[in-house]
Each structure stands twice: as structure tokens, then as C-alpha cells.
């Protein structure tokens, strides 16, 4: 077993230091051991996330009757405006499409050969 091995599992499951595996590798190793020693100084110098930390049963329900009655109504607004939207990009986007192109522009023709001529005539930007 390799240190990586060896070090990836104790990262993963702390308690597999009593593994005869490991015990046997950590044994072995120095640098594997004082691993271990400072993987255990520092889970034991982090206080515990949860501690003296207890929900309060009546949190969610005093948020929830905070809330204005017509707290919904913007969603419920902007559901009903997706339509609209969707159609006038639709619209915009045909209109982009079937629009003729701009007289003397670089991007008219059939084919992209005259907006190639164009860039490598060095004549500057796409207008």
C-alpha cells in the first residue's frame, strides 16, 4: 500500500487507522505517522459545527407568516409573460433572418467569400 493509498484512506475514514493494513504501513513510515498525528491535532482543535447549535421548531413557520400574501405574485407574473416573451424573440430572430443584408456591408452574398475578402484586406472590424 502506497502513502497516497494509505493517506486518501485516512482522509476518507479517520477510524481506518486501526486497519492492520495501515497500522502495519504507518509503522513503517514516518512521514505517514506524522500525517496521522497532525490530521488528529487538527480534527481535535475544530469544535464540533453542530455544537449547542439546536434548531428552533418555530423558525420556518414565523418566516413563512412574515411573507405579504401576494409574495407569489411576481413569479405568477413573469409566468404569465413567458409566453409574450418567447413569441417576440421568435419574431426578432425571423426578422434577423430574412432581412436582406445592408447595402455595401461585408457580410452580403450568398457565401461568406466577400466578409473573407474583406477581413483579409485588413480593412478593420466587421461593421
Request: charged residues 20%; aromatic residues 6%; hydrophobic residues 45%.
Amino acid at each position: 500500500m502506497t502513502c497516497d493509498d494509505v493517506r486518501d484512506r485516512l482522509l476518507a475514514r479517520p477510524a481506518d487507522r486501526t486497519d492492520p493494513e495501515i497500522a502495519s504501513h504507518l509503522g513503517d513510515c514516518t512521514p505517514c505517522a506524522a500525517f496521522v498525528q497532525r490530521l488528529t491535532a487538527f480534527t481535535e482543535a475544530l469544535p464540533d459545527h453542530r455544537a449547542g447549535i439546536e434548531p428552533d421548531p418555530g423558525f420556518s413557520a414565523r418566516v413563512v407568516a412574515r411573507l405579504p400574501d401576494d409574495a407569489t405574485l411576481l413569479g405568477w407574473a413573469a409566468f404569465r409573460l413567458l409566453p409574450l416573451a418567447a413569441t417576440l424573440a421568435l419574431l426578432l430572430s425571423w426578422l434577423a433572418w430574412t432581412a436582406p443584408p445592408l447595402p455595401g456591408s461585408p457580410l452580403g452574398g450568398d457565401s461568406g467569400e466577400a466578409l473573407l475578402a474583406h477581413l483579409l484586406a485588413g480593412q478593420g472590424d466587421v461593421p
